[in-house]
């Protein structure tokens, strides 16, 4: 009888240690038990994932180049008080002049003449001009040989941009993917109106993730429904004709849809060999945001089909024979019983589908055109052909900040735990 | 069969043998080059005599040239450099060799003289813009047509922005340069005076009001495989891409696609030796073989690009494969050389980030 043991009585186990401390040895065993097992696997992703991405992420704010590659100039241009208008003095002139002789003969004189070309067009060309002409300066003054080689050495502006970018870190690459900039003299401006393009990207990127979510819950839910109470023979088929697109290659897949959509393709001569429309008024179906929004919902929609299907199986199919049986409309008893079930599948489909489609970018880069394309192309153009890997980055992290608030966001009004994948 | 003693010990030795492989150890090459029929070409001419003559040489190709500069830097930060051969266009070439991340030749060590002599800084002359580059091919980025979808023949690339003239679709390359010079061209500019209008104030905008002029009907590609499938459905009535891929869809393909060389824009293509790689040695001597006068010839024999040496021209002869005659099909032959432009490296390495920043910005409205 539980009611007779006392509290004040401790209970001892076999060996003479008390319950408590005996429970949570094994406990704590337990929990150390399955970190171990779960162990590698962590390490695993910590090295392979969350390490390398980190470190891509780093370069957004990583700014070392300048001060790496013109160490003598940004100690002396720290001193240096921009306000007063005048130029630095001859013992700046004298480092840069260091500086970029040993860089040129380094060869990194044009990475950090390209790093500061982002920041203000012409950096580019006035490195690279600079370091071939200062192995003649060979006598002070250097300030009159200086800008006698480059004139834009006598521009304080220049100045003002290398001691502005002189820091180890720097916030121009976030400023930049939002279509701002941080001038010399401090104040954030909007950048002009024939350069903006980042901040209307992110708002289509969101937008047409949004609608290929909602156009693969609306085809997925009928297909997973159908599966969900066809006999186990032909649901296995339709499982098995879900799964096949997942078999061909991403590529191929694209590439029908090129077929299928294009002008001159099978969709739209078919429609003129109905007579359903003009031969010189096709409509275009590619190369624009509905080609990008169809050929992604035919991409993603296994992602919604599935935990939408292996949830509705669990769902017993007496809850919806027992509301008809008590009168209700079939169509009632669906919405009111059968539906809200299915709502931890739609939730993980959903989050599924719109995360994906979020980073995706052979598909956009293929069928999109130039109203259809992504954020992700940015950057995927900006690590791989302009080199701009800070740019990249921050694009990158505002991209990841998004998700991981609109997940929140989720959590908050469908709540996590009102997710199921299967 | 009864798995007694012998019979295991004759399985266990046949095994032994058949992973012992041949006697000599193999050395794997990585090339890495452009795709489709332009690496087809290098395996020709190039990689298939020389492993042939060399048996422990494997030659292995990469199709990632479009990202070298890009891939090459990251492969430099981590200090391990998997590549022995990269081709590169000048403008890349020119990046990686300031960038040091190419090895410097010296062209009259490194690489085959002439038959007749000629040591071979004479014989690629000027093409060799680089202390880093090795020059292969001249090619141009021209124009396409549909001859059976066009009601009149096109002769000048300002046809191209003449909606009237040549209705229905374009497609131009997604990037600034060569788009830029050409909206100058046909906007009234003076041929010589075009980098000059382009670099100062308001030269952008110019370009880009002519270039808006036929925008809603153009598609925009991003690799050289695009337009020639664009123009073979029927997508597209005339577009831009490399003259090499033209002359596959034309008499490869034997599609109803006809060439406009008008203005069309030379630039150079060439190898680079990446800093760090493991097989130098090998690699220099597959180079000096690649790109002796014979060799750049042979490559005219796949693919209508001009060869880079001025020894190698009275050797084009005839397609490998089609028999025709390769001469009139080069970007370099005076019927189709009549009006063209020089890739200008210098300005488009000050101002490739700066108006293809602006390109994209106007791309996305």
Known sequence: MANTVQQSEELFTADGTPLQVSLARVHRRQKLRALLLVAPLFIFIFITFVLPIGDMLFRSVENAIVANILPRS?????????????????????????????????????????????????????????????????????????????????????????KHFSPAYTDGYFFAAVDAKRLVSGEIIRVEENQRIYLALFVRTLRLSFIITVTTLLLGFPIAYLMAILPTKISNLLLIFVLLPFWTSLLVRTTAWIVLLQQQGVINEFLIMVGMVNTENRPEMIHNEFGTIVAMTHILLPFMVLPLFSVMKTIPKSYVRAAVSLGAHPWLAFWKIYFPNTVPGIGAGAILVFIIAIGYYITPELVGGTTGTFISNRIAYHISSSLNWGLGAALGVILLGVVTVLYLLYDKIVGIDNMKLS | MKFNQSTFATVFVSTLLAFSGPAMAKTDLVVVSWGGAYTASQQNAYHEPYMKMNPDIKIINDDSAPQAVAKLRAMNEVKNVTW??????????????????????????????????????????????????????????????????????????????????????????????????????????????????????????????????????????????????????????????????????????????????????????????????????????????????????????????????????????????????????????????????????????????????????????
């Open chain 1, 74 to 162: 940004t100690k002396l241009l720290a001193n240096w008080d921009p306000s007063f208008g005048e130029l630095p003095s001859e013992k700046v002139f004298a480092a840069l002049l260091k500086d970029l002789k040993e860089s040129h003969k380094n060869r990194t004189i044009t990475r950090v003449g390209q790093r500061l070309n982002y920041e203000s067009p012409g950096m580019s060309s006035l490195f690279r001009s600079s370091g071939r002409k200062v192995k003649r300066i060979k006598e002070p003054p250097y300030t009159e040989a200086l800008i006698k080689a480059n004139k834009g050495w006598g521009q304080i502006e220049t100045w003002m941009l290398i």
């Open chain 2, 84 to 365: 022995d051969l990269v081709d590169a266009v000048a403008s890349d070439a020119m990046r990686l060799c300031e960038e040091g991340l190419a090895l410097p030749i010296n062209a009259d060590k490194d690489l085959a003289p002439a038959p007749d002599g000629t040591p071979a800084s004479k014989d690629f002359g000027d093409l060799i813009v680089s202390e880093c580059f090795i020059p292969q091919i001249v090619y141009s980025t021209t124009f396409g047509y549909r001859t059976d979808k066009v009601k009149v023949k096109p002769t000048s690339v300002c046809d191209v922005f003449d909606l009237k003239k040549i209705p229905g679709k374009r497609s131009l390359e997604k990037k600034p340069i060569n788009n830029f010079e050409w909206a100058l061209l046909c906007d009234g500019v003076a041929p010589n005076k075009i980098y000059d209008v382009l670099g100062a104030k308001g030269g952008v905008e110019r370009a880009l009001k002519k270039l808006g002029t036929i925008k809603s009907s153009v598609i925009w590609w991003t690799k050289g495989a695009q337009t020639p499938q664009l123009l073979a459905d029927g997508e597209v009535v005339i577009g831009s891409t490399y003259n090499g891929r033209l002359f596959s869809l034309i008499e490869e393909e034997k599609q109803p696609v006809a060439m406009l060389w008008d203005w069309q824009v030379f630039d150079l293509d060439g190898w680079i030796i990446p800093k760090g790689t493991k097989n130098l040695k090998a690699v220099k001597k597959f180079v000096r073989f690649a790109t002796d006068t014979k060799r750049l010839a042979d490559q005219a024999k796949f693919i209508s690009y001009g060869p880079a040496r001025k020894s190698s021209a009275p050797l084009v002869s005839k397609h490998a494969k089609l028999g025709i005659d390769m001469k009139p099909h080069m970007p370099t032959d005076p019927n189709n050389a009549k009006t063209t432009l020089l890739f200008n490296y210098t300005f488009w390495a000050d101002h490739q980030d700066d108006f293809t920043g602006r390109f994209e910005a106007w791309l996305a409205k």
